[in-house]
């Protein structure tokens, strides 16, 4: 029976991000929980995805209708808000050939909030080789996967969506210049050092930026890209001290736990005679209380905002959209193709083996009594000529066989094909 491949998410579109941190899964855990994918009855293979814009569930399953209904169970798990209409209002379900698209398309940055950032292909491969180090991956997700990073890769080199690429980092950067007149006389503090914050303090040095505090759980890291940057480094156990300095501050850490409360930043807007702040928000999961938003001279941005900033920077890419779409048909279909194939192999075994043990059996018939004279010399010579043979006559049906689909002419092709050589189970 071929396996199905299906896809069960929630994305920016789908779901605001206090439903997605929610639903999404620790690093930490992420093991334990594809083992936990991987023992739910109709499901064989299974990876996580788990980003700040989307959380999905790939697996290939032995009965799809019921996988898509276990998977739904397992999200629903995650710890989630009341008030949202439940968890299946926010949920998709992706099967056969849309599933294929749509991680094709989501590898290749077409589904990212801001199409053509080039984060998201990493993510993938960094959650594809944590399901494969978990032992939750085989043929069938190995192949999808790595076909998926081709389609990324021929999109990126073949269509101009890569060159015209604007990253979540850049976006929040763009968005503070449009908050701010001018940036080179504010003072920003970046939480946050690893690849996001990265990025972010790249976009702040070309957008003008000269007094940045870097601030990080590991110092070491925080001194090494304030380094990088001409910035300052700070101690994180410090940094609630150094905000009434910041005029804007940016979050970009995967920590479970919010960073700033409400209060506290009450408490700085004080300190800074109400003079305003602003707070960006990339984190996994929120690092700033939405609630500060409430506060006078306090604006709060997170990723769903930054959401009508990249709908902007998408005029004039639809060419090269339409390209890279094209590109994804047509890698589906190879792969679907490929799928397909798989339906053919137990025939293909089995027709290999039958003729292998008429071989076998009328070699040694032969050499138990006419040939039984022959030098072991002549005996593997004869061998290797039966052998040859044999895999001469496997040729061309084998060939075929590969090249089968699924339509009427083919499938009795194939039981035509069974029943010549009597295939059937035994």
């Known amino acids: 029976m071929q396996k199905e491949i299906i896809i069960v998410g929630l994305n920016h579109r789908t779901a605001p991000v206090e439903v997605r941190e929610k639903v999404a899964f620790e690093s930490s855990l992420l093991a334990d929980s594809l083992k936990r994918v991987c023992s739910l009855p109709s499901i064989q293979e299974g990876v996580i995805v788990s ?16 996988a898509a209904r276990e998977l739904k169970g397992f999200l629903a798990e995650q710890e ?62 190995h192949r999808l996967f790595h076909r998926s990073f081709t389609v990324a890769k021929r999109v990126r080199t073949e269509t101009g ?28 503090m970046l939480i946050g050092a690893g690849k996001m914050g990265g990025l972010v303090a790249r976009h702040l040095q070309g957008s003008g930026v000269s007094s940045l505090m870097v601030t990080n759980r590991t110092f070491e890291r925080a001194v090494e890209l304030a380094a990088e ?31 700033l409360e409400r209060d506290s930043v009450e408490r700085v807007l004080r300190e800074r005679k109400r003079k305003a702040m602003f707070f960006i928000d990339l984190g996994d999961r929120r690092n700033f209380d939405p609630r500060i ?108 066989l590969k090249r089968q689909g699924r339509d009427e002419d083919e499938a009795v092709y194939i039981e035509a094909l069974k029943k010549l050589f009597d295939l059937g189970e035994k």
Not at 123 to 131: G, H, N, R, S
Not at 336 to 347: A, C, G, H, I, Y
Request: negative net charge; contains cysteine; glycine residues 6%.
């Open 51 to 66: 980003t700040c814009n989307r959380v999905e569930v790939i697996v290939a399953a032995s009965d799809g209708e019921t």
């Open 80 to 141: 989630y808000p009341e008030g949202h209409g439940g968890l299946d209002s926010h949920l998709y379900t992706y099967t056969a050939d849309a599933a294929v698209r749509h991680l094709f398309r989501v590898a290749a940055s077409l589904d990212s909030m801001v199409v053509g950032e080039p984060q998201i292909l990493g993510q993938i491969k960094d959650y594809y080789f944590a399901a494969h180090e978990a032992g939750t991956v085989g043929t069938i997700l």
């Open 161 to 188: 969506i890569a060159s015209r690429a604007v990253s979540v980092s850049s976006v929040a950067v763009d968005l503070a210049r449009r908050i701010f007149d001018r940036l080179d006389d504010k003072t920003v």
């Open 229 to 259: 940057f001409r910035g300052n480094p700070i101690r994180f156990e410090d940094y609630p001290r150094y905000l009434t300095l910041a005029d804007l501050i940016i979050g970009c850490t995967s920590a479970p736990e919010m960073l």
């Open 293 to 400: 938003h409430e506060l006078d001279n306090a604006y709060l941005y997170n990723l769903d905002d930054l959401e009508g900033v990249a709908r902007e920077n998408l005029k004039g890419r639809k060419a090269e959209v339409h390209k890279a779409e094209e590109i994804v048909g047509e890698e589906v279909t190879a792969f679907l193709r490929w799928l397909e194939s798989l339906d053919q192999v137990p025939t293909i075994i089995a027709l290999r083996q039958r003729l292998e043990e008429i071989r076998k059996r009328e070699m040694e018939k032969s050499l138990g009594t006419g040939l039984k004279e022959l030098s072991e010399r002549q005996r593997e010579a004869l061998e290797d000529m039966t052998a040859a043979m044999i895999n001469k006559i496997l040729h061309a049906p084998i060939t075929h």
